[in-house]
Structure formats: C-alpha cells, structure tokens
C-alpha cells in the first residue's frame, strides 16, 4: 500500500521556523521525485518545492525561495521541509506528493502540476500568526 504520511506542521509566530516530514512507503522511492504542495482557504493548491534526489535537483517557488530548503534521506524514504522566516501569508494546509521521474526526467521540476503527481498524503496544517 503506497503511503505519504506528513507530521511536523503546527502553529508559530511569524518570523518563526518548522520542519516538515514525509515520511514514503509503498512504492520504489528512487523512481519518483517528492513535492511539496500547500492550499489555503479559498485557493488553489500551490507547488512549493520538490526534489529529486536521484538526480539532485531541486525546485523552489518564487514565494518561498531562500526560505524554505527541501531535503531527502533516501535510507529513510523522508523528505524534509525546513520552513523559515515564515510569514502570515504561509499559512495553509501543506501535502507532500510523488511524481514519476519518468515525467520529471522529461518536463523537469517545474511547473509543479498536481495532476501530473500519482500519489499524495493528508496534509499537515502549519499556522503563522502575525
């Protein structure tokens, strides 16, 4: 059974750092690249970051860049997310999701499209208070 099973989300003050964890199971882990995707209410599910530790690349949006940094630990299956400087405006329901590399090799990181993503987890909720 293939599973995303995020953990780390909580409630900080701006300003203030988390680290996410999604921790893989169920499926070949060297085969996909793991994004990293938030939703806040009333919009549509944006794309963060993502990894593809096979061929160490990595991806960052505009809004996060230079204060979010993606890492994996393959011995694990876990990707990590370090969110730091955060903002108010961070808040949001945040889901890892697997991509085939086969897709990634071709179309690269970016954009990240959740359709093009096979498999997602339930999400953690991070909060930032102003």
């Known amino acids: 059974e293939v599973q995303l099973v995020e953990s780390g989300g909580g409630l900080v003050q701006a300003g203030g750092s988390l680290r996410l964890s999604c921790a893989a199971s169920?499926?070949?882990?060297?085969?996909?690249?793991i994004g990293w995707f938030r939703q806040a209410p009333g919009k549509e599910r944006e794309g963060v970051s993502c990894?593809?530790?096979?061929?160490?690349?990595?991806y960052y949006a505009d809004s996060v860049k230079g204060r979010f940094t993606i890492s994996s630990d393959n011995a694990k299956n876990t990707v990590y997310l370090r969110l730091s400087s955060l903002k108010p405006e961070d808040t949001a329901v945040y889901y890892c999701?697997?991509?085939?590399?086969?897709?990634?090799?071709?179309?690269?990181?970016?954009?990240?499209?959740?359709?093009?993503?096979?498999?997602w987890g339930q999400g953690t909720q991070v909060t930032v208070s102003s």
């Open positions: 990894i593809s530790s096979s061929e160490g690349s990595t």
């Open positions: 999701a697997a991509v085939a590399r086969v897709h990634t090799v071709v179309a690269g990181l970016s954009p990240m499209v959740p359709y093009d993503y096979d498999y």
């Open positions: 169920g499926f070949t882990f060297d085969d996909f690249a």
